[in-house]
Structure formats: structure tokens, C-alpha cells
């Protein structure tokens, strides 16, 4: 006989609390896209060699479970599996997950995630597509309930302390854009196209489906609301965790959003730090602070040596570990420099351009986060 540990207990428990909201939402069967590049180069070229070498490895129990299978190429990156299987079942997500990464390994080539993610549809049935409707007062309460809370949704999708541009998951939810964070899809299933791929850690995929259990509740309960704040959140034009917490008012927000999104039986501090976050006010506005200070130094090192070389007779000039020189031109010389550290070689004026429009830019957000 097994016996769990009160921590396996505790996660159990946690797990089952999930399980059952979706259930109550009116959910039996969920549906999970894995996605990659690995398949047109290697030990496997077509998909039905990938999908059959799958299906050996797997346990009977899972080949039981599972409703629906389909391994394709996808065209957006190369290989897709689609599968459904009941709720309950979520064990046999990892499952697939950890034969998923076998079959990367089997295949010798690799698995290139970027611009991947992992897809999550709730169903009302384990036969895809799904033909039942869904109600329209529910999906409504849902839709603008939910959409309050995306900003905190884009850090719960977060496998570790990695997140991907927005092209093919536009901040909203909708029923008409398939390329939305979240999808209703022909109004009978809810797709969550915003979550990240888990492969270096699978067992994201329970953290997957209580921050799911959570969105469902507007689902459910078409008189819960979201007591939403009258500040705008704005995702920033920034690579990856950045875009989302740069600012003090941005992690204000996402301080009061993510308590709503947290998975049964987890603090807000154990959420975030399973995806490396730390939503610390102070630690923006030093950043922003540190940005501009740095940017106009950088300004003022071209603009001066700019001037010297161009007022006095000088072809060359010396700067810390940047050299200055005059081109040749006698209609019009131009300013060259190159960094000796990083080896790049440009001509200044566009280089002062560039610095100049981002300084403009940290000093606005300098500003906001006061």
C-alpha cells in the first residue's frame, strides 16, 4: 500500500480542488497542443512516425484515457500533438510531456520553442470538435471578466522566468480572433493559447490548470466580478518578463490581479517565484532611474566628442574606450566611432539619433513611475 506524504497529500488536494471547479463549470474533457521544431530533420520525417513511436511509449492507461490523437506539421513551427483526454486525467499530461521530450531525444535534433507555446482548450465532451454551445450569459461574464485580469494571466502562463512575444496570442479574449490570448471557439470550447511550453518542467501543467480553474469562476458565477483598479496596464515593447514589470504601475496592478489567478492552495509568493518573478516597486523606479542616468551619459560622451572633432583640427579623438575619427569627405565629413569593447563601428549621427529617442522614452517612463 502507498502512503503519501503530507506534501503529496497537500498537492492532491490541490489538484482535486481544480479538477472539480472545471467539472462544476460544466467541463468533462480538456484538450493540449504540444508544439516544436523537431520533426522535418532528424530520425523522424513524417508525422505518423513520430505519432506511432509516441503511442509505444506510453502507458496502457494513458492510451485508454486519451479520446483523440493527432501528431501534424504545423505551419507555424513544424511539429504539432494534439490530444484530448478527461479532466481527472490530467496525470497523463506529463506523461505525454516527458514522452514528447524522449521522442526530441530519440529524434536527434532538438526541439526549437521559440515562438511555441502549449494550448489549453476546456470541452464539454471527449469528442473534438465540440458541438455543444456554450451559454451566452455565461461567456459574456467570462469575456469581461477575464479580459481584467490578462496582465496577471501572461505571468500565471509562465513555465520559469521565459515569455514569448504576443503575435500569436493578442492580449484579449474573443470569439472571433483566433490568434487571442484566449479563444472561444465557435462557442463551444474556451482555448488558452497564452501559456508557455513546459518541457523543462512538466508538472507546470497542474499550475496550468488551477490558474484555469480560477478564470472558470466567472464561467460559472455569472455575478462574480473582478474589482478592477481605474489604471491602465500597458504591456511594454520589451523582450520577455521586462515588458511586464518595468514599471510601478504595472506591478501594482499585477500586485491586485494575481491574487484572482493563484491556483487552490498556493500563495501569490510560491506562484511567482516558481516563474522567477519579484514584483518590487522600488526595484522599477531604480531601474528606469539607472536607465536614463545611463543613456544620457552615453549622449553626452557622442555629442561632445561630436563636437570636438568637428571644431578643431583634429581627425581622431580618444574617449574612455571609444575612438572618434573624421571620414575624408570634403563636401561633407562625417563623424565615425567604434567601441573598442563591443567592436561596433558606425557613424555617429545615427547612433546619437537612436540614443536620443530612447532616452526620450526612459524619461517618460521615469516619469510614471514616480
Known amino acids: 500500500m502507498d502512503v503519501c506524504s503530507p506534501r503529496e497529500e497537500r498537492s492532491m488536494k490541490k489538484l482535486e480542488a481544480s479538477i472539480n471547479a472545471i467539472k462544476a463549470a460544466g467541463f468533462s474533457h480538456l484538450k493540449l497542443e504540444l508544439e516544436g521544431q523537431l520533426a522535418r530533420h532528424g530520425r523522424f520525417s513524417e508525422p505518423d512516425d513520430c505519432e506511432d513511436w509516441m503511442w509505444e511509449k506510453l502507458s496502457d492507461h494513458a492510451k485508454r484515457v486519451i479520446n483523440y490523437k493527432k501528431f501534424y506539421y504545423d505551419g507555424s513551427v513544424d511539429s504539432e500533438l494534439t490530444f484530448t483526454f478527461p479532466v481527472e486525467e490530467i496525470a497523463v499530461a506529463v506523461e505525454v510531456i516527458n514522452v514528447w521530450n524522449q521522442l526530441v531525444e530519440a529524434n536527434g535534433n532538438g526541439c526549437d520553442v521559440n515562438g511555441a507555446g502549449m494550448h489549453f482548450s476546456v470541452l464539454t465532451t471527449g469528442r473534438y470538435p465540440c458541438s455543444t454551445r456554450l451559454p451566452e450569459a455565461n461567456l459574456r461574464n467570462y469575456m469581461t471578466e477575464v479580459t481584467k485580469l490578462l496582465p496577471a494571466l501572461f505571468l500565471g502562463a509562465m513555465s520559469g522566468n521565459f515569455t514569448r512575444a504576443l503575435g500569436y496570442r493578442y492580449p484579449r479574449v474573443s470569439m472571433s480572433d483566433k490568434y487571442s490570448a484566449i479563444y472561444i471557439k465557435n462557442g463551444t470550447s474556451i482555448e488558452y493559447r497564452l501559456f508557455e511550453t513546459c518541457y523543462q518542467r512538466p508538472e507546470a501543467v497542474y499550475e496550468y490548470l ?55 492552495g498556493m500563495t501569490a509568493r510560491e506562484f ?35 563636437d570636438k572633432v568637428m571644431k578643431e583640427p583634429l581627425n581622431q579623438y580618444q574617449l ?15 563623424i565615425w566611432y567604434w567601441e573598442r569593447v563591443t567592436g561596433r563601428r558606425a557613424k555617429i549621427e545615427p547612433r546619437k539619433q537612436y540614443i536620443k529617442n530612447n532616452l526620450k522614452t526612459a524619461k517618460t517612463l521615469a516619469q510614471l513611475s514616480v
Open 210 to 264: 488551477g490558474v484555469i480553474a480560477r478564470t472558470l469562476e466567472y464561467f460559472t458565477d455569472v455575478d462574480k466580478k473582478v474589482i478592477a483598479s481605474n489604471q491602465t496596464y500597458e504591456i511594454l515593447e520589451a523582450k520577455g518578463i521586462e515588458g511586464y514589470i518595468a514599471l510601478p504601475d504595472q506591478i501594482r496592478i499585477l500586485k491586485k490581479q494575481i491574487k484572482h489567478i493563484v491556483p487552490e
Open 272 to 306: 511567482l517565484e516558481a516563474r522567477g518573478i519579484k514584483l518590487l516597486v522600488k526595484a522599477a523606479v531604480e531601474g528606469q532611474s539607472g536607465r536614463v542616468k545611463k543613456l544620457s551619459m552615453a549622449y553626452d560622451e557622442h555629442k561632445k566628442a561630436h
Open 320 to 334: 574612455d574606450n571609444v575612438a572618434y575619427w573624421k571620414s575624408q569627405e570634403p563636401n561633407k565629413p562625417e
